[in-house]
């Protein structure tokens, strides 16, 4: 079983298009993490929920939107998409908050035409 | 500039060598992680040390926190192609870090056969 799932795992798309990722975690975690990886690897937060409340919110454009329908699922909703936002979407989650080990998903390969 | 320096960035080992990845921290960690990540895939979790000076070993791979709690160190001994990927070392610092987990840009490790 998956523990961490992202779909889809690949994802073109034409500039300003609106698109999301969805991510599911059936590890009963009340964190769920996104990150972005960008062409040199470098991983960085967006996006940070426990028990569905957001806690942390880095410096990322309006245009990414982050909705958790409930503790299992994490979305990510990108508006207008940009060249600059392809990159590689991970998500992951952790029983609590920084204090454990994320398990991530695979990831979603994001390339914006 | 990065809140966590990865040493070396990229490596080339000969099947069966040593080698070590290191990862420095200008503030005291309350966690460290080591994350490995294959070419298109998602992170995978390696270790977390929490206690300065602790150590831990899984099958050829061990990893080191210094007694500052500010270094890090994973070390793979008799190298092999499965031990290929890239490295990530990431750290919670709560307050230090604005409460988010960093991580380091990674090391690029390539083993020849």
């Known amino acids: 079983d998956t523990a961490v799932s992202q779909t889809p795992k690949y994802l073109v798309t034409q500039m300003g298009n609106d698109k999301s990722i969805k991510c599911e975690q059936n590890?009963?975690?009340?964190?769920m993490y996104w990150y972005k990886q960008d062409s040199k690897k470098f991983l960085k937060i967006m996006f940070s929920y426990n028990n569905k409340e957001l806690i942390i919110n880095e410096t990322v454009p309006n245009r990414f939107s982050p909705k958790s329908p409930d503790k299992a699922h994490l979305n990510l909703h990108i508006n207008s998409l940009e060249l600059g936002d392809s990159a590689v979407y991970f998500c992951?989650?952790?029983?609590?908050?920084?204090?454990?080990?994320?398990?991530f998903g695979p990831g979603t390969r994001l390339t914006v035409l | 500039s990065q809140e966590l320096e990865q040493s070396p960035q990229s490596l080339i080992v000969q099947e069966g060598k040593n080698l070590t990845i290191n990862c420095t921290s200008s503030?005291?960690?309350?966690?460290l992680y080591w994350y490995k990540q294959k070419y298109g895939e998602g992170l995978i979790f390696l270790m977390m040390?929490?206690?300065?000076?602790e150590e831990k070993s899984h099958e050829k791979i061990t990893a080191k926190l210094d007694e500052k709690k500010q270094q890090s160190s994973l070390h793979i001994t008799a190298s092999q192609p499965s031990h290929a990927g890239i490295y990530l070392c990431?750290?919670?610092?709560?307050?230090?870090?604005?409460?988010?987990?960093?991580f380091g840009a990674g090391t690029i490790l390539r083993v020849k056969s």
């Open positions: 992951a989650s952790s029983p609590l908050y920084l204090t454990d080990t994320q398990y």
């Open positions: 503030k005291t960690l309350y966690g």
């Open positions: 990431g750290a919670a610092a709560v307050k230090e870090y604005g409460n988010k987990l960093v």
């Open positions: 040390l929490q206690k300065g000076g």
């Open positions: 590890l009963g975690h009340d964190t």
